[in-house]
Each structure stands twice: as C-alpha cells, then as structure tokens.
C-alpha cells in the first residue's frame, strides 16, 4: 500500500507547483541552520573527554561517562520528545529544544567554577535532552518536507551541514581547550590544569542557541499534515509505529552506527597520540579529529547527489563495508597509515544515519513523529557503545578496542542488504 503523502496547510491560494516548492525551499534552509550548530555542540564532547579525562585524572571508562550522560538522554527523552512533537508541533519542538540545550550550555559555567565532575555530567545531559527533542522534531520534518523518493537525499544534505559543524568543533575545541593541556601522560600537572578553558566557548554555544531559536519564532515553517483517508488507511494497516518490522530494525542500526561513529571520534586523540601510531601531542592530536567529520561532511554533499543516482540501500552496504576495510587496516598498521585509514572512517559514517533514517521511516505516515522518537532513543548506542570500547581500551588497549566498531558497521551492511526491507512487517 502507497505510504500516506504529507499535506501543506495554508498552502498558496494560487494552487501552483512553484509555490509549494518555494515553501519547501525556505523551510528546508531554515531548518538547515539548526543541523550545523548541534554537530557543532555534539563533536565538541570528542575535545571535552580528553581534556576532563586530564583534569580529573579518569581511566577510558570513567571518561566515558561523558558519552554516556550525553548520548544517554537521547534514551531517556527521545519517546517523551516524540509526544512533545506529536502535541506541539515541529516548529514549537524544535524552540522548545533549543532553549533546553541553551540552559544546559550555560550550566558549564558554574560546573566549572566547582570543579566537580558530576556537575559537567549534569550540564551535559541537560545539554543533550535539548538536543534530543531538535533531533526528533527536525529529522522527521525534513524527511517529510518534499517528495519521499528523494527523501534520503534531502536529510543528507542537511546532515552535511552538521558535518560541517562537526568539522569546525574540533579545531576550535582544540584551539581553546586542548590547547590548555600539557601532555596528556603529565600527571603530575593535572591539579594545575585551568579548567576554565570550557566556560567561555559554551557560554557563546548557549547564546548562540537563545539567538537561532529567536530567528526561528519569526520564521513561518508549512504545517504538515495527512489527508484524513490516508491517515485512516495507514492506521488499519498498523496501530503502532512498534510494529514496523523495518523501523525497529532500523532503530538497531541506528544504535550501532551511532555507537561505532562516537567511540571512534571520541578516541581519536589518545589513539594518535600512542607512541606506535604517531605519538602526537594534545593540541595536534585534537587538530586530526577534524579530519573525521571533515570526510563525513565530504560524504554528505556527495551523497545527496550520489542517493538521486544509486539505490540508499546499496550505498550503505557498501559504505558499511568500506568502514570495515578501514578500521582493519588501522589496527594493523602504524604511523600515518595507521592514522589516516581511521579517519578516513568518517567518509563511510557519512550516509549512514540519514539512510538509516529515512528508510526506517519509510511508509509511516501519520507514526512518523513516534518512529523519529523511536529512532532518536537508538542514539543511546552513542552513550552504551563507546562505555563498552573504553572497557575494552583499559584492558586490552585501543587496537583490540576498534574491533567493537567493525561488530556495528556489519549489521548496518545487512540493514542496507536485508533488514531495511518493508516487504514484511511485525
């Protein structure tokens, strides 16, 4: 049965196709600007554990807790969002959303001021539930905002731009945090280490984030809808978006791209930094991470025209594969090949969470805004599966860690080859 087509309210009276592309255009660009500032704020926690993981002298697991309350929220808020959307609405979510994140942003002023961890942990998981209801409310709608064959597409271009941010958080992350660090193997100095390097750069981050949801009340976004028929024909098919085989599939590999993306990025700099790779220092170790996002927002752009010419389901399978290929040659390879090969990982991460996404969603209609919550609360992978890596790290070092990655980007593949099918449902 065809999927149920998203409606314009308030359309242009004139009834013309250039009008509903045009509403489609300036709502698209307006969301788009939301994408790049939360990968900005999102890669940034790739430059916090390192710098935290100094400070107060914590093993890989301990820093991982970073991840975990970060990544965490997106479990426990994600489904509450999904409601929260359902009632409001997408534009209401999405400014609801920011001020949440802006509020946890500026909690980093007093949690460093106290020097206590777990006031970090709080400010980020506050933080993270404000990102979490930008994501539900804003993946959905730019999936839905146009036509579904092209859907993919769309979501990829816009997660370019948080590719971009993604890219510029770590250089700048490494110019005002990493910066303050001595070598991360000094422990001797941690004690001395200013910790205050974090205040500044996250009071800009929560401003930044009060002014974007100010410009974005002034903006007028197209209400979707579902025609009332489609609406009651997709609700005879399925009750619940739980029972789309193909949506809770894909909520799993979403958990494990998510989880294998962070626990990469979020090691990158103390594995460069490991004396047979390249034994590089924090400032110049943090620098390279900006590689990583770099290639995944690469891959963004090239991927929405690559998803107009090529099969979604083809192109992640061969994009998962592609990771596999590189995170092995890293672990056993040194120096510079070993370096590159990993980074080079962000190419094929590129595709993989709009892809996911949008074919998880696929022929949900009216469940859409459920399915996004469902999917959202996936995101904990990014949380569960670094904890696991930094587990693996501290007993048995990084190389072997990697090989946790190479588990998650396997099932992607058969999500691509297999599971991403709706020919049968639950």
Known sequence: MAAPTPTLSNRPAAGTSSGTSQRYTSA??????????????????????????????????Q???INLCFFGAYFLMSIPAGKLVSRVGYKKGMLIGFVVAAIGAFLFYPAAAQRVYGLFLGALFVLASGITILQVAANP???ILGPPESASSRLTLTQAFNSLGTTLAPL????????????????????????????????????????????????????????????????E??????QYRHLMLGVVGIFAYVGAEVAIGSHIVSYVALPDVLGLDPKTAGDQVTYYWGAAM?????????????????????????AVILVLISINTSGAVAMWSLLAVGLMNSLMYPTIFTLAVAGLGRHTEQASGLLCTAIVGGALVPMLFGFIADNSGLRIALLL???????VMWYGL???SRSATA
């Open 28 to 61: 698209l660009s307006a969301v788009t600007t939301l994408f790049f500032l939360w990968g900005f704020i999102t890669c940034l926690n790739d430059i916090l554990i390192p710098y935290l993981k100094a400070i107060f002298q914590l093993s890989f697991a």
């Open 63 to 65: 820093a991982n807790l």
């Open 141 to 143: 709608y730019v999936a």
């Open 172 to 235: 700048l992350g490494s110019a005002l945090i990493l910066s303050r660090l001595p070598a991360l193997d000094n422990a001797t100095t941690a004690a001395g280490i200013d910790i205050s390097a974090v205040q500044i750069p996250y009071l800009i981050i929560g401003a930044s984030l009060l002014f974007i949801s100010l410009i974005l009340s002034r903006i007028n976004l197209p209400v979707i809808e579902y025609a009332a028929n489609e609406a009651e024909a997709t609700e």
């Open 237 to 242: 098919q399925h009750s619940s978006a739980w």
């Open 298 to 322: 690469v891959g963004r752009f090239a991927g929405a025209y690559l998803l107009n010419k090529f099969a979604p389901t083809k192109l992640l399978a061969f994009n998962a594969i592609g």
């Open 405 to 411: 990655p190479i588990v998650c980007y396997l099932y």
């Open 418 to 420: 297999r599971g991403s």
